[in-house]
């Protein structure tokens, strides 16, 4: 294997969180591979977005978490793709919305080591709080205009994830300038030398 192909592997398992909101970002989580591959995964995946603080141990976390979020994964993905086709979106909603039932972990303030105060949680979150938490968010950014107005999909070749545009003049094209983009401007690049 090529160091190329390797970095492109490697990178391709790297959580992001760079899509705008959390329900998105749990939804980029399955191209171009499965990220969330694990237990292990997943803890990192609820530190990273910000649902649990970092350190949080998680124990409980297990396949069946794993699954549920899969599956919560899906449903998102669904309606959000059916909103920007403007179809709708079949049962996919009621399940989403059957989750944001849940309530979200409590949050409370402890002091850190430093002296300032942080987030924490009131005990150990289960799976069906973070579960909520997540489909919240998705309910939020589908009944708000202003933020649904925002949705984009990638203009990446064979790139299904969606993202909020908050750039400036509202002009970005890819998920990730740094993936998706890069690969576009290589490809722009390719064409030019051979024409």
């Known amino acids: 294997m090529t160091g190329h192909a390797y970095r492109a592997g490697a990178s391709a398992r790297v959580l992001r969180f ?4 959390v ?27 910000g649902l649990v603080p970092p350190g949080t141990p998680l124990e409980r976390a297990g396949p069946g978490w794993l699954a549920a979020f899969r599956d919560l994964r899906t449903q998102i993905a669904a309606v959000v793709g059916a909103e ?24 409370r303030a402890v002091r850190r080591a430093d002296g300032t105060l942080g987030r924490g949680l009131s005990g ?11 489909a919240r968010d998705a309910v939020d950014l589908l009944t708000d205009p202003g933020a649904r107005a925002l949705l984009r999909r990638c203009a990446g070749q064979d790139c299904p994830l969606v993202y909020l545009d908050t750039s400036r003049g509202r002009r970005r094209r890819w998920c990730s300038g740094e993936t998706c983009g890069n690969r576009e401007r290589v490809a722009r690049h390719r064409r030019s030398r051979r024409g």
């Open 124 to 134: 150990d979150p289960d799976c069906q709080a973070l579960l909520g938490a997540v």
């Open 84 to 107: 920007l086709d403007g179809r709708p979106p079949g049962h996919a909603l009621d399940r989403v919305n059957a989750v944001a039932r849940n309530p979200p972990p409590p949050p």
């Open 23 to 49: 329900c998105l970002d749990l939804a980029a989580t399955a191209h171009p591979v499965e990220r969330l591959d694990g237990p292990d995964r997943l803890r990192q995946w609820l530190a990273g977005a």
């Open 18 to 21: 760079d899509c705008g909101r």
